[in-house]
T-cell receptor, first 112, second 113 residues
């Protein structure tokens, strides 16, 4: 059972570079989320989606973009990487908002 | 808006000690409440949940009771093991107009043999 798959697991970016963090789920979940987790901190919501073609901003969307063209995929785009975006990024999905969220294993991103 | 306040960490206990991690919440509606656990180098996993007042969630010896009167969902375990060392997150999902989970800041638990 794959669940939620994130790639890559680790990445080092230079300031100003761009990249896309990939997230795919095979559970046919409508809801998908991107969180970032800074050292010693909780999770902050970046963007979320309640279904294909629908996305909305979370608490900390600046510097990021998302798209949801299919139910399965929810990529997160960093256009101009900044050191403040150094973090661990988690993708998650759920069938509905009050149900269990399933998390990927995370992408550790360092911007230097 | 919704918020979750968790007991500050880190918490260090000896094996077989009793564990309590406090969690209180603020929500506009009638939320579902969750405890997630994050083991080193991994993503979050659901530990237990409760969907209405007075419900008790339980799993792997951990328990938490949904207390509406005190807006709390404290996590307890009677006898902790070294393998319980992890970061624990309290979270809520509000049924009213909110499409997301709101997390507490997490509590790092270390169990020493």
């Amino acid at each position: 059972n794959a669940g939620v798959t994130q790639t890559p697991k680790f990445r080092i970016l230079k300031i100003g570079q761009s990249m896309t963090l990939q997230c795919a789920q095979d559970m046919n979940h409508n809801y998908m989320y991107w969180y970032r987790q800074d050292p010693g901190m909780g999770l902050k919501l970046i963007y979320y989606s309640v279904g294909a073609g629908i996305t909305d901003k979370g608490e900390v969307p600046n510097g990021y973009n998302v798209s949801r063209s299919t139910t399965e995929d929810f990529p997160l785009r960093l256009e101009l990487a900044a050191p403040s975006q150094t973090s661990v990024y988690f993708c998650a999905s759920s069938s509905y908002r009050n149900t269990e969220a399933f998390f990927g294993q995370g992408t550790r991103l360092t911007v230097v | 808006g919704n918020s979750v306040t968790q007991m500050e960490g880190p918490v260090t206990l000896s094996e077989e000690a009793f564990l309590t991690i406090n969690c209180t919440y603020t929500a506009t509606g009638y939320p579902s409440l969750f405890w997630y656990v994050q083991y080193p180098g991994e993503g979050l996993q659901l530990l237990l949940k409760a969907t209405k007042a007075d419900d008790k969630g339980s799993n792997k010896g951990f328990e938490a009771t949904y207390r509406k009167e005190t807006t709390s969902f404290h996590l307890e375990k009677g006898s902790v093991q070294v393998s319980d060392s992890a970061v624990y997150f309290c979270a809520l999902s509000d049924e009213v107009g909110n499409e997301k989970l709101t997390f507490g800041t997490g509590t790092r638990l270390t169990i020493i043999p």
